[in-house]
């Protein structure tokens, strides 16, 4: 199995949040970082709801990578949530393929450490094998064609719904191995995400328990990001709503059992709960605080 990499594994997990972008990045997600104390931040760089992908602006990029190097601030990009490398239909695969090719490139353009797609859907039972093929077939030319300095693809769970290709986190398997276990592939777990597909990270040790089996599927190298979101279903609904943390069905002492284990370390925790600064502020400081 090929192995992936990334920096120096940290002491501790960065703790950040995703930020808006309107008005200029480097002036618009570098001062809300800053407003609500995040070491981490992820942003979109092009409509999340669509398929455009704008002309890049190098001198904005730049200024960007300036300030974020200048603060210490890791930075990494979410794709548009209607990338489905498993969908039945031609125009949405092809589209998924552009777009994630264009994230990845964004992604370099901004320093980005790495770029989040879901894994999606087949949409229909009897496509499932076709989708695996066909991830396979599209996306290892442009796996191929990343540079040492491109960012990681990092593939995010949803939350197990209809005909998802990970329905739970043993299913990561079949994509990695899709992907021919490229150095360049990576995961990102979204608490929310696992608690809906039935891992019950609530209970005690369950946390633990959930990280240990990730580990074991992906590999600790592969471990490289953390959306830390409370939900407002209980485990195993198959809802995608987020909460605030503390203020849903997971609770706070899941995520101290998150931030103290081992393979954490290096995986900055975003969080993609609801409201704005002065809630984010609050969670980043109480995270912080779980942090210890």
């Known amino acids: 199995m090929a192995s992936a990499t990334k920096k120096t594994l940290a002491p501790r997990p960065r703790i950040g949040a995703h930020t808006p972008t309107s008005g200029g990045m480097a002036k618009r997600a570098i001062g809300y970082a800053q407003t609500i104390g995040a070491e981490a931040i992820q942003v979109f760089t092009s409509n999340p709801r669509g398929w455009a992908m704008p002309d890049a602006n190098p001198e904005a990029d730049a200024l960007f990578r300036e300030k974020a190097s200048e603060l210490d601030i890791e930075t990494y990009v979410h794709a548009p949530f209607l ?3 498993g969908s039945p239909t031609d125009a949405t695969y092809r589209n998924s393929l552009a777009s994630t090719a264009y994230s990845l490139q964004r992604g370099k353009d901004i320093g980005a450490l790495g770029v989040v797609i879901h894994t999606g859907s087949a949409v229909d039972v009897n496509h499932v094998e076709n989708a695996w093929t066909q991830i396979h077939e599209g996306m290892m030319p ?5 540079a040492d300095d491109s960012p990681m693809l990092l593939l995010e769970p949803t939350a197990g719904q209809g005909q998802s290709l ?12 899709a992907l021919e276990y490229h150095p360049k592939v990576g995961i990102c777990l979204d608490t929310c995400h696992v608690f809906a597909a039935g891992h019950d990270i609530k209970k005690k040790g369950g946390m633990k328990e959930t990280i240990d089996l990730l580990v074991e599927i992906a590999g600790i190298e592969r471990f490289q990001l953390v959306h830390a979101n409370d939900s407002m279903d209980v485990c195993g609904a198959l809802k995608d709503r987020h909460q605030n943390i503390g203020d849903g069905e997971i609770g706070i002492d899941p995520f101290k059992e ?5 393979a954490v370390a290096n995986a900055p925790l975003i969080l993609e709960t609801p409201g704005m600064e002065p809630e984010h502020g609050k ?3 109480l995270l912080k605080k779980l942090r210890g």
Do not use: M, Q, R, T
């Open 283 to 285: 969670e980043v400081a």
């Open 258 to 262: 998150l931030l103290a284990h081992p």
């Open 142 to 146: 442009i796996l191929s064609a990343l």
């Open 83 to 85: 990338i489905n490398l």
């Open 166 to 177: 990970v329905k739970k986190l043993d299913d990561l398997a079949y994509y990695l191995k």
